[in-house]
């Protein structure tokens, strides 16, 4: 039985250093009518492992808010696939905006659990039990404030994953504000963070993920898809891709209808 005296938990990977992770939680751009706890995601991991954190293994019979960020992964994952796997066997969770994080082949199949009230992924695969979700983090007000003056080609680095490029260069860590200002003033991107990619959609630019290694799934299965590039094929590359007219409209429009989904499921819970 759902303890629906309880608060109902969010929890992400919100890392102060990688600003996607940061601003991909659905918290931060609606409000809920009920009671809210709010729990980082490593702190499950390291109840689970025996670190720390040991009060929360008894959070059990609980609705769970998972999302966003890249948390789907391999049955091998020890850091993020044990984590999901028992907050979904021993809680209700909705999954909003979560995502795929492998080059390897993705375990899927916890989607399926019974305990899945309901699964926005922001993977576009079909024959999923969810549904397609953008990241939630299309939600911000920065994306309204597009520029309209811009130039040249903007090189958008994951902190751990550089970018042999010459070019202006930021990288991931920086201030939400500062990322899309940089973004904003580019003609076209070219970045190695999936919310660099993802952002610079959302934005109406062109852009390539840049990757010299096995390509990872978050990048493989957005809806709209992205060329793979290297210091070699860049400029090329860059000739033929296209720009994601109206997604910034779209993906606000579906996480608005999920939140609409969200709040019905959890109201008619508690009645």
Same mark, same amino acid.
């Given at each position: 039985?759902?303890?629906?005296?309880?608060?109902?938990?969010?929890?992400?990977? =919100? #890392?102060?250093? /990688?600003?996607?992770?940061?601003? *991909?939680?659905?918290?931060?751009? #609606?409000?809920?009518?009920?009671?809210?706890?709010?729990?980082?995601?490593?702190?499950?991991?390291?109840?689970?492992?025996?670190?720390?954190?040991?009060?929360?293994? +008894?959070?059990? /019979? %609980?609705?769970?808010?998972?999302?966003?960020?890249?948390?789907?992964?391999?049955?091998?994952?020890?850091?993020?696939?044990?984590?999901?796997?028992?907050?979904? !066997?021993?809680?209700?969770?909705?999954?909003?905006?979560?995502?795929?994080?492998?080059?390897? !082949?993705?375990?899927? +199949?916890?989607?399926?659990?019974? /305990?899945?009230?309901?699964?926005?992924?922001?993977? %576009?695969?079909?024959?999923?039990?969810? !549904?397609?979700?953008?990241?939630?983090? *299309?939600?911000?007000?920065?994306?309204?404030?597009? $520029?309209?003056?811009?130039?040249?080609?903007?090189?958008?680095?994951?902190?751990?994953? $550089?970018?042999?490029? !010459?070019?202006?260069?930021?990288? @991931? $860590?920086?201030?939400?504000?500062?990322?899309?200002?940089?973004?904003?003033?580019?003609? $076209?991107?070219?970045?190695?963070?999936?919310?660099?990619?993802?952002?610079?959609?959302?934005? =109406?630019?062109?852009?390539?993920? #840049? =990757?010299?290694? /096995?390509?990872?799934?978050?990048?493989?299965?957005?809806?709209?898809?992205? @060329?793979? *590039?290297?210091?070699?094929? #860049?400029?090329?590359?860059?000739?033929?891709?296209?720009?994601?007219?109206?997604?910034?409209?779209?993906?606000?429009?579906?996480?608005?209808?999920?939140?609409?989904?969200?709040?019905?499921?959890?109201?008619?819970?508690?009645?």
């Amino acid at each position: 039985m759902i303890r629906m005296s309880s608060k109902i938990i969010f929890t992400h990977i =919100n #890392y102060q250093d /990688n600003v996607g992770d940061f601003n *991909c939680s659905p918290f931060d751009y #609606y409000k809920f009518p009920f009671g809210i706890e709010l729990v980082h995601f490593p702190y499950f991991r390291d109840a689970i492992n025996g670190v720390s954190h040991q009060y929360l293994l +008894s959070y059990t /019979n %609980r609705i769970i808010i998972i999302g966003g960020g890249g948390l789907i992964s391999h049955k091998n994952d020890t850091n993020v696939h044990k984590v999901i796997k028992h907050l979904i !066997e021993n809680n209700k969770v909705i999954l909003w905006g979560v995502g795929s994080n492998t080059p390897l !082949e993705i375990d899927w +199949s916890i989607l399926n659990h019974k /305990n899945v009230l309901l699964a926005g992924i922001r993977d %576009r695969i079909h024959g999923l039990n969810a !549904e397609y979700l953008p990241c939630v983090s *299309c939600k911000h007000s920065l994306f309204d404030k597009n $520029s309209t003056i811009t130039k040249g080609l903007g090189i958008l680095n994951h902190k751990d994953y $550089s970018i042999d490029i !010459e070019g202006d260069k930021l990288d @991931n $860590s920086k201030d939400l504000e500062k990322i899309i200002n940089f973004i904003s003033s580019k003609d $076209s991107i070219i970045s190695s963070s999936y919310h660099g990619v993802y952002w610079s959609q959302l934005l =109406n630019k062109k852009v390539l993920y #840049y =990757n010299n290694q /096995n390509p990872n799934s978050k990048f493989i299965n957005l809806k709209h898809g992205v @060329n793979v *590039c290297n210091s070699k094929n #860049y400029k090329k590359l860059l000739e033929i891709s296209s720009k994601s007219v109206g997604l910034l409209k779209e993906s606000r429009y579906l996480n608005d209808i999920f939140y609409t989904k969200v709040v019905d499921i959890i109201q008619n819970l508690q009645q």
